[in-house]
């Protein structure tokens, strides 16, 4: 390899890795938390049968699962200023993938919720508890148990698509690749680059659920 | 102290109880016999409304219920006073043996937690588990999970506890630990509605027995002339089935 390709590398590893850190990491952190509260409603909704609320869910779930992400980050982005809410990228990014994370791990946790025995809500009610109490002690535990591994899944899903935030001009990891190969010409180098970067950011992701899984087996 | 008036309930076209009575006396322990799909497990459900039945009225102790309207104020008044034992335990998967028995307490009677681990406590040692505090109920066998359910049941005081088919689940060599629980109770003075079909338990536990078949009582006896002198012929073919069997 030439000098100047290693150079390349190395300089511009350093940029990369502090995207992921300083954008994409974040992005996708607070975009699965907030996510994670809008899932944890929507299954809680349905599962409760709670009239008007659970058809409002069934309807969110609907069009975002059907709906391109790519699609719905310009519609906030690039087309909600013409009606005149104009949101930051960021706040934009945020808000698209929190509501498209809830929408997927919205069913994630509504079969979790539903894979605990019925049996045990009963026995619920026989020691006087009412539905919530049940639903928050009991049920709610076992399911987010449950539900840890796929919802691992959807969070490392997510990084990897954050990089759909460099089309509103967010500059995460992919934006920075770009930014240097427009300038260097290596482009095949800078976008493997930005995916071993990615897959660095996963392999720790992927280390850390197998750890907690660890853990949370221990606690049965 | 209950008495339960024309219960009636059906599950589609299908009629699993049809107006059916029944007393209950403090102290009784009651043996629900009869083959499977006769109504026994949905007569012991309506009764703390896990089932809501479409007609029936009872009185527990002075208060009267709508077994089909009861507020839900009226439905948390008598599942506070009964107990409740199932055929597959049902223990909080997350919850160890100890908080099994004093989540109730905790949640929904807000007892202190000092005070409701130490009710669990007697409750557990009552069904011979001071050893298994601190178990999962996956760490348990079928026995001790449903000796950790009965100590769940007796934790709270109930007037009455009922069990449904609370052996049927349990492997052969297992019943004996919880019928010997449950005889043990019985012997203190536990008021008992129990479907089973554990025949020993009718015989020697049991003061009253209950016959059901398609949805009505067929016969309702003291233990002993239920077994020496049934008065209905279903009763003697049945026996006479059980005798064989033995």
């Keep these: 390899m030439s000098d100047r390709i290693i150079t390349i590398l190395v300089n511009s590893f350093g940029s990369l890795l502090l995207a992921g850190l300083k954008m994409t990491i974040p992005l996708a952190v607070i975009s699965f938390s907030i996510g994670l509260v809008i899932a944890l409603f929507t299954a809680l909704v349905q599962t409760a049968n709670i009239p008007v609320l659970r058809k409002l869910a069934r309807f969110y779930v609907w069009i975002i699962r059907g709906t391109p992400m790519m699609v719905q980050l310009f519609v906030v982005y690039f087309g909600l200023p013409s009606i005149g809410i104009l949101l930051s990228s960021f706040v934009s990014a945020v808000l698209v993938f929190s509501i498209s994370v809830g929408a997927y791990c919205s069913e994630t946790v509504r079969a979790a919720i539903e894979s605990v025995p019925h049996g045990q809500i009963e026995a619920g009610y026989c020691v006087g508890m009412n539905y919530w109490q049940i639903m928050y002690r009991i049920v709610i535990p076992q399911a987010l148990r449950t539900a840890f591994p796929p919802l691992s899944n959807s969070l490392i899903g997510l990084v990897k698509d954050t990089s759909l935030a460099y089309s509103i001009s967010i500059v995460e990891i992919m934006a920075t690749a770009q930014r240097i190969a427009t300038r260097t ?36 | 102290m209950l008495e ?13 109880l049809k107006n059916i009575d029944l007393t209950v006396n403090k ?31 009872m009185k ?12 839900r104020k009226e439905i948390a008044s008598v599942r506070r006073r009964t107990g409740f ?37 007697k409750c557990l040692d009552k069904v011979g588990l001071s050893e298994r505090y601190h178990y999962f109920p ?6 001790q999970q449903q000796r950790v359910a009965i100590a769940r049941a ?66 309702e006896n003291d233990s002993k002339s239920f077994f020496e002198n049934p008065r ?12 064989r069997e033995n």
């Excluded at chain 2, 339960?4 to 699993?16: A, E, M, Q, Y």
């Design chain 2, 138 to 143: 996956s760490k348990l066998s079928g026995g």
């Design chain 2, 85 to 121: 034992v199932f055929q597959n335990y049902n223990l909080f998967a997350n919850k160890t043996a100890l908080e099994n028995v004093t989540e109730g307490l905790i949640v929904a009677r807000h007892m202190k937690k000092a005070e409701a681990e130490e009710i669990g406590r």
């Design chain 2, 60 to 71: 527990f102790d002075e208060d009267v219920f709508d077994l089909h309207n009861a507020s």
């Design chain 2, 232 to 243: 209905e012929e279903r009763i003697r073919t049945f026996i006479q089935n059980i005798n």
């Design chain 2, 154 to 219: 007796i934790a709270a005081n109930p007037e009455v506890i009922m069990f449904d088919e609370p052996t049927s689940a349990l492997d052969p060599e297992l019943i004996g630990e919880v019928l010997s629980v449950m005889k043990e109770l019985a012997e203190e003075g536990m008021t008992m509605l129990v479907v089973t079909h554990e025949i020993n338990f009718a015989r020697n536990v049991s003061n009253k027995v209950i016959f059901m078949e398609n949805g009505v009582i067929v016969e």
């Design chain 1, 185 to 220: 010409y290596d482009y095949f180098l800078l976008y493997i680059e930005a995916a071993f970067v990615y897959l660095i950011f996963c392999t720790f992701l992927q280390w850390l659920q197998r750890y907690l899984e660890r853990k949370l087996e221990a606690l049965r």
């Design chain 2, 4 to 16: 339960i008036r024309n219960i009636c309930k059906s599950f589609g076209d299908l009629d699993v």
């Design chain 2, 27 to 57: 102290g009784d322990v009651i043996a629900i016999l009869g083959p499977s799909g006769s109504g026994k497990t949905t007569l012991l459900r309506c009764i703390n409304f896990l089932e809501r039945a479409d007609s029936g009225t």
